[in-house]
């Protein structure tokens, strides 16, 4: 398969702890790239990471990604209940973006 | 307009009827990209153009869907004989090249067939 796996489907943690989804795929990459979703619309980007790359920051984020066991991380620190959302690990090859199904994340107050 | 332009953002019809979806891309994007997404899955890829042409349309579920790009600007995603499995969101995205930095995502079509 060309999509990624997001593990866990879901996550409920208590606000200010950190929450850490993971995505594995099986395909060679150029880059790969975390989305997150609100309320079933509009998809927005959150961070992209190169296949030469094996960490990114972006303010509370943080991506890593390991190719030779084709996985990557997202971790999310001192979460908010306004992080409550789907996250999509989405894959960029010679195929066009590919997403996966996504881990929905709960952040309680 | 700023951003991704996805119109109508609700659109109900009856099995069997003819829809139209339309999706104005970021002004000077050249790549834009048709997701459908169902509840509680990710974004399915159905087609992705490359300027004009249609450079990957392998996801497209059968030959009722069809999506044009004549001036390389608006897209309109076509469906034929609608089935009531059509039922989904239905996105579209553009990028500036050709998909090595982010996808912008308009808000989507959310397509009721009854």
């Known amino acids: 398969s060309q999509q990624g796996e997001e593990d866990p489907q879901a996550l409920s943690i208590q606000e200010g702890e950190n929450a850490t989804m993971n995505c594995s795929y099986k395909?060679?990459?150029?880059?790969l790239q975390w989305y997150r979703q609100n309320s079933g619309r509009g998809l927005v980007h959150l961070i992209l990471?190169?296949?030469?790359?094996r960490e990114k920051h972006s303010g509370r984020l943080r991506v890593t990604l390991d190719t030779s066991k084709k996985s990557s991380s997202l971790l999310i620190t001192a979460s908010r209940a306004a992080d409550t959302a789907s996250y999509f690990c989405?894959?960029?090859?010679?195929?066009?973006?590919?997403f996966g199904k996504g881990t929905r994340l709960s952040v309680i107050a | 307009g700023a951003g991704v332009s996805q119109t109508p953002s609700n659109k109900v019809t009856e099995k069997g009827k003819y829809v139209e979806l339309r999706c104005d891309p970021i002004?000077?994007?050249?790549?834009l990209y048709w997701y459908r997404q169902s509840l509680g899955q990710g974004p399915e890829f159905l087609i992705y153009?490359?300027?004009?042409?249609?450079?990957?349309d392998s996801g497209l579920p059968n030959d009722r869907f069809f999506a044009v790009r004549p001036e390389g600007s608006v897209s309109t995603l076509k469906i034929q004989r609608t089935e009531r499995g059509d039922s989904a969101v239905y996105l579209c995205?553009?990028?500036?090249?050709?998909?090595?930095?982010?996808?912008?995502f308009g808000q989507g079509t959310r397509l009721t067939v009854v």
């Open positions: 995205a553009s990028s500036p090249d050709r998909g090595n930095t982010e996808a912008f």
């Open positions: 395909t060679s990459i150029n880059n």
């Open positions: 990471i190169r296949s030469n790359e």
């Open positions: 989405a894959l960029k090859g010679n195929t066009p973006l590919v």
């Open positions: 002004s000077g994007h050249t790549a």
């Open positions: 153009f490359q300027g004009t042409g249609a450079a990957d």
